[in-house]
């Protein structure tokens, strides 16, 4: 399925088209990108990581490209099939559960139908760092 050019994480920089023929690099930035000089872990075996005094940016915002706006990050769709009552259930308690825990996090109302372009009932959060992120995944 080709991605919505109109969709908030459309990634519009990274070009591919249907063949290889016409792939283009991506217009992304080099990964190491002012870390020129930054010490590094060692490699192989166990990684020790060199001492710290601050934390990454990335822990409070994405990174480029992702929209960093009042409106960006990313949205989770939790879907679930309406008609399944265990489904249905466990998904209902997950949302109670995530606006429970997550008071700080935007959750969206509880459709148990499909709604708009979603095939069967869902529920969505949205997440605007990379904390929010890595919490709710792995929380």
């Not at 009552?85 to 499909?114: S, V």
């Amino acid at each position: 399925m080709p991605l919505d050019p109109t969709h908030r994480f459309h990634f519009p920089s990274c070009q591919l088209s249907s063949s290889m023929a016409g792939f283009q690099e991506p217009l992304y930035k080099s990964p190491l990108e002012g870390f020129e000089a930054a010490a590094s872990a060692t490699s192989g075996g166990d990684v020790a990581s060199p001492t710290s005094q601050r934390l990454s940016q990335v822990y409070e915002t994405f990174t480029a490209p992702v929209d960093t706006g009042p409106d960006g990050g990313f949205d989770v769709h939790v879907y679930y099939f309406q008609d399944n009552a265990a489904q249905k259930k466990y998904a209902q308690e997950l949302w109670e559960r995530i606006k429970r825990e997550f008071p700080e996090l935007k959750i969206g109302d509880f459709w148990d139908w499909p709604a708009g372009p979603h095939s069967v009932a869902t529920f969505e959060v949205d997440l605007l760092t990379s904390m929010q992120f890595g919490a709710l995944s792995h929380g």
